[in-house]
């Protein structure tokens, strides 16, 4: 049973030969651009502060809890040990980031608290930890595409059958779309199987999205012809990001997400005006760094 952390598990691809830097893309960015290309520029080319929220950082916790619960021995896998496992998980948070402990309250934090632990139960509905065995979790990979694009993101759990048939199994704290919007969410679990058919060409058998929100599993099975499709549409969503980086045409694009955002007193679909943009952006290609907000993406 694998036991290493995040920064110990990592699959790359080979190293990049050509002179320029790889352009990249993960699944939280691209999922950006598409919402809103004066998004991705805020988050990814100014990368401009976020404050930290409640929920996000719920989604932060529980799959730390989720993810150390396997180091356990199977039968210890008990949702009362998971639940045992949040108050040390939010320390050490905190301690990576003071600024989370600015959120709440004394009894605000313990009502957050709760709302984790009433998450970590309801998996234990929707999965038998005593039966699995992971054979990755935390998988940070980057998988370098023929054109030079590089795929990057953090699968939370990849689980490899006796037969060699693999799962890929996301978490979500969030609640499941609604009929008709689950393309959007696919399309991340679509973008972790392109990457690990190019690392390991093995096109996983399942992909699998857990809501913890309200307990519902999608299941997709992809096939070659999809990840192909995925491949193409990732191509000219980095073509249309390099677009925008040399002409410099961010272009917000409102929606009823806007009032999620975090960068409105910058937008000027309300009035404000986004910063210069920095010099170094002229000069390459946007490198993206591995958010832990990778890990903690609402769904």
């Keep these: 049973m694998p036991t290493e952390t995040p920064e110990q598990t990592v699959e790359q691809a080979p190293a990049q030969t050509a002179e320029k830097p790889a352009r990249s893309l993960s ?4 999922s950006d651009f598409q919402q809103c290309p004066l998004l991705y520029r805020f988050r990814t080319v100014d990368r ?4 930290p929220s409640p929920a996000a950082a719920r989604g932060t916790l529980v799959h730390a809890a989720l993810e150390r619960l396997f180091d ?5 896998r008990t949702a009362r040990a998971a639940q045992g496992l949040l108050p040390g998980q939010w ?5 990576e980031e003071p600024e989370l ?13 709760a709302s984790a632990a009433a998450l970590v139960s ?29 795929l990057r993101g953090i699968i939370d759990r990849v689980d490899v059958a006796p037969n060699g048939m693999v799962r890929v199994v996301d978490y979500k704290t ?17 973008f972790y199987a392109l990457a690990v058919w190019r690392l390991r060409g093995v096109v996983p058998a399942l992909l699998q999205l857990v809501y913890l929100g309200d307990g519902v599993v999608l299941r997709l099975e992809p096939t070659e012809a999809d990840l192909l ?16 980086r040399r002409s410099g045409d961010w272009r917000p694009r409102r929606s009823k997400l806007c009032g999620w955002c975090a960068h409105q007193a910058l937008c000027p679909e309300f009035g404000g005006t986004p910063p210069p943009l920095p010099d170094r952006v002229q000069q390459a290609p946007v490198q993206l760094p591995v958010e832990p907000a990778e890990v903690a993406a609402i769904g």
């Design 27 to 30: 699944p939280s960015r691209a």
């Design 48 to 51: 401009l502060p976020e404050p």
């Design 72 to 76: 356990l021995p199977a039968a210890e």
């Design 91 to 95: 320390a050490r948070l905190q301690e």
């Design 101 to 113: 402990a600015q959120m709440f309250s004394g009894e605000e934090e313990r009502e957050w608290l």
């Design 122 to 150: 309801r998996w234990f509905t929707l999965e038998d930890p005593t039966r699995l065995e992971p054979a990755e979790r935390e998988l940070r990979v980057e998988a370098l595409l023929e054109s030079g694009l590089l």
């Design 174 to 190: 969030g609640r499941s779309p609604g009929e008709g919007f689950e393309g959007k969410a696919l399309f991340q679990m679509r």
């Design 229 to 244: 499709a995925t491949e193409r549409k990732l191509e000219a969503l980095s073509e249309a990001v390099e677009r925008a």
